[in-house]
């Protein structure tokens, strides 16, 4: 049975999708069976990220209950599959965010994981890939405005009673403006899964429209997905002497 995993966060901007589609290449890397399903249905980027913003079906027509479920799958070259929304705003307003919990359930009977790509915040969308998940994990970047948020986040799925995997925090630079991270552990209290940061490989995956950990996966971020998604999946992680060096006294190693 598929584990169904929801990436979200308290605000937009943090790297959540980016994060959502690496973590699903990288676990297929490690020979996982893995789907990513774009969640984001009002803003859905997975298509646009992986050079695909157009599709036949998408998941607003299951959704809708106009095409069976093995219709919206796509298969990305690394073999991950995917299931995108729709870029298109006029079935919206039909669309029931509560069935995606229906659709989560038939997935299940899958192997492997099953990553839900959430729509940032709080609002009806996002807690509704709250429900349909097992797990839980939030990304967040290190200031105090987005920490904050995803604390808010992480109450929201407790209270909805899911268990919080853990914390990604994205985009760090080490920088003194930044949060201390010693101070975001303490303040969020789960798990810090990992530490992805501040890359230009990433805007370059963009602009080729496909995964960092595909296109260029030697660079400091990917290599940052590729340990976390070993943690996810209970492998061994090596650890780099960047990785090191910033997790030093922290008790995160």
Request: hydrophobic share 40%; glycine share 8%; net charge positive.
């Amino acid at each position: 049975m598929a584990q169904v995993i929801t990436i979200t966060s308290g605000k937009g901007g943090t790297g959540k999708t980016t994060t959502a589609i690496n973590l699903g290449v990288a676990l297929r890397a490690l020979g996982e069976e893995v789907m990513v399903v774009d969640a984001n249905l009002t803003t859905p980027n997975i298509g646009l990220h992986l050079g695909a913003p157009i599709v036949p079906i998408s998941l607003n027509h299951i959704l809708l209950g106009k095409a069976p479920l093995e219709e919206a799958i796509y298969e990305h070259e690394s073999g991950t599959k995917i299931m995108p929304s729709s870029l298109s705003v006029r079935e919206l307003d039909r669309v029931r965010f509560s069935k995606l919990q229906e659709v989560t359930k038939k997935l299940r009977k899958e192997k492997g994981y099953i990553i839900l790509d959430s729509s940032a915040g709080l609002g009806e969308e996002a807690v509704a890939a709250l429900v349909a998940c097992d797990d839980v994990i939030v990304v967040t970047n290190p200031e105090m405005p987005s920490v904050t948020d995803a604390l808010k986040t992480i109450k929201v799925a407790e209270g909805l009673g899911k268990n919080v995997k853990g914390i990604i925090l994205t985009r760090y630079t080490g920088e003194k403006s930044e949060m201390p991270l010693s101070h975001i552990k303490d303040l969020l209290e789960k798990p810090i899964l990992g530490i992805v940061p501040e890359d230009k490989r990433v805007r370059e995956a963009l602009a080729l429209k496909n995964a960092l950990v595909y296109t260029h996966p030697r660079s400091k971020a990917a290599r940052a997905y590729k340990k976390i998604a070993a943690k996810i999946s209970g492998r061994r992680v090596k650890e780099d002497a960047w990785y090191l060096r910033v997790m030093t006294g922290l008790g995160w190693t």
